[in-house]
Every structure is written in C-alpha cells, then in structure tokens.
C-alpha cells in the first residue's frame, strides 16, 4: 500500500465545475505539498502546508493533520487547469526535504 | 533568478551507452534531489546531496547510477551502460536548506533509451 492515496485518479470536469482533489497519508508528515504537471512538462509547486488553508486565485489546499487528509479545490475551472495534480509529504524522520508522491491525479476539464 | 535548470530537456541514447543529467539550482540553494519518473508511475526519490556530500541514495539503484554535486558547478546524475528500462523522465528539485520553504523543480530531463 502506497504511503501517499490520491483520488480520484482520473476527472474530467466542465469548464466552469468545482473540482475537489483528495490525498490521504499512512504515515507522519513534516509538510504537504501539492504540484502541477502539465503532459511532457515540468513540475510547479503550488503549494507547501503543514496546517490549515491556503488560497491563491482560483486553488485553495486544506489539510487536516489528525485525519493525515488533504484537500486541493479548484474553484470555476478552466481548461488550462488540464494537468496532473500530484500530492507529496515530507515524511518524519527521513532526510532533509526528500518528498514521497502519490500516484496523481489527471485532470480534464473540457470547454 | 532562472530557477532550477536542468539539461539537456531530452536526451536519447542507445543501449550501453553513458547518460549524464545536469542539474543547476536556484542560486543559494545547496540541497539537490533526484526524483525520476517512470511511463505511467508516480515520482520516485533517487538521491540526496549538498555541496559535495550525498545524505541519502536510499533510492539509487545500486548499479550503474551514480550522483554528485562538486564544490562549483551543477549536480550530476550520472547513468552508465543505459538499458531501455532507465527510460524516464529525471527531476532535479533544489532548497536552501532542509524544509520546505522554496523547494522548487526544474523542468527534467526526458531520457529515451533506444
């Protein structure tokens, strides 16, 4: 079993849709990171959480660290939101910044 | 700043030959990581380094790979005798120090083995 679930692996959403991302971890977690791939792209950061929530434009990430859940929400999406959303921890205990990924989850958000 | 700059951004070579990845971080970052991508796979840690030291290769295969990050110039991360299964793409990502706070990717390096 992966140390990092995400789901659902594959959404295909309507441009203008409310998208939701879940991430769940087995393990404890120092951060949690959320990332964007776009295909044959590299990879973005968009954003680093260890509690709480945060916002920036139409993203917001949540993270609740007694249920080791996440969130990722995508207000009015856009076809340009059509990437690969990939959950990462920063496990306890291992070294410096090493993070462990979830398997990702392909968004498609048609016109 | 140019960010974490990793090159070539494709790079193919035949069976046997030697592959070599190049990773430059952002400037003031001396913490590097390795991560690769297999086709259809998540991202896998490799290894680890700061100026001159690898902290972790717990994710290196023991053969033929081989990392490092001199005193001046970018990290490499170095493949001998490339088989088809090493096809991937590599990232590089860089921090100022251990912690979260401006980790940052490059843009990876896309290995074609034929």
């Known amino acids: 079993k992966n140390e990092v679930e995400q789901s659902p692996q594959n959404l295909t959403a309507q441009e203008g849709e409310f998208i939701t991302i879940n991430c769940s971890y087995s393990v404890g977690i120092s951060a949690l990171h959320w990332l964007q791939q776009h295909p044959g792209g590299g990879i973005v950061s968009l954003f680093m959480?260890?509690?709480g929530k945060k916002k920036h434009g139409r993203l917001i990430a949540t993270i609740n660290i007694q249920e080791k859940h996440s969130s990722l929400h995508i207000t009015a999406s856009h076809p340009r939101d059509s990437a690969v959303y990939i959950c990462?921890?920063?496990?306890?205990?291992?070294?410096?910044?090493?993070?462990?990924f979830g398997e990702g989850t392909q968004l498609t958000v048609n016109p | 700043n140019a960010g974490v700059m990793q090159n070539p951004r494709h790079l193919v070579r035949r069976r046997g030959q030697e592959a070599r990845l190049r990773c430059s971080p952002m400037?003031?970052?001396?913490?590097v990581y390795w991560y690769r991508q297999l086709p259809e796979e998540g991202l896998k840690f490799m290894v680890y380094l700061q100026k001159e030291n690898i902290i972790d290769e717990s994710g290196m295969p023991k053969e033929r790979f081989s990392a490092e990050f001199p005193k001046e110039g970018p990290s490499i991360l170095r493949i001998q005798q490339v088989v088809r299964g090493d096809s991937a793409a590599y990232f590089c990502a860089s921090s100022p120090r251990p912690g979260d706070v401006g980790y940052t990717f490059g843009s990876g390096t896309r290995l074609t083995v034929v």
């Open positions: 400037k003031g970052h001396s913490h």
């Open positions: 990462a921890v920063r496990v306890m205990g291992t070294s410096g910044s090493r993070l462990t």
């Open positions: 959480l260890s509690s």
